[in-house]
């Protein structure tokens, strides 16, 4: 995938899920790849508690509740709970495919992204559909 069509894929990808523009929580705040708790969702979050296992999914970030986040943190780690509850039943493929754009995972090399959830004009920036 060229430079050209990453770029294309990274604003299709921003014009449909403009939550991907953030920086402290979501696929900017964490380092690509699966969440460090079940090994299976891409990261979405970073977490600091004491018993915190690093980035997580959504549904393990749900889990840990306020556990994932410091004294400290509390309050960030509640707004990233509410921030990671209003994203669409999609976002684990767009996560994937925001590091797709960017460059940090390959697009084979997340052998389950199922592209079939996302809307048309993400999946035309597509190289692999
Ligand atoms: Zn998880
Ligand atoms: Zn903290």
Do not use: K, N
Request: proline share 9%; hydrophobic share 45%.
């Amino acid at each position: 995938m060229d430079r050209c069509a990453r770029r294309r894929l990274r604003s299709a990808l921003l014009e449909t899920a403009p939550w991907l523009a953030a920086t402290e929580v979501g696929p900017q705040a964490v380092e690509a790849g699966r969440c460090d708790a079940c090994d299976e969702s891409p990261r979405l979050l970073p977490t600091c508690g004491p018993a915190g296992p690093g980035a997580v999914c959504r549904v393990c970030a749900v889990q840990l509740g306020p556990d994932g986040w410091c004294e400290g943190h509390q309050e960030e780690g509640a707004a990233a709970l509410v921030w990671a509850a209003a994203l669409p039943a999609s976002w684990a493929e767009l996560v994937i495919l925001w590091w797709v754009a960017t460059g940090e995972v390959r697009p084979t090399a997340w052998s389950e992204l199922d592209t079939s959830v996302l809307p048309l004009d993400v999946r035309r920036s597509l190289p692999l559909s």
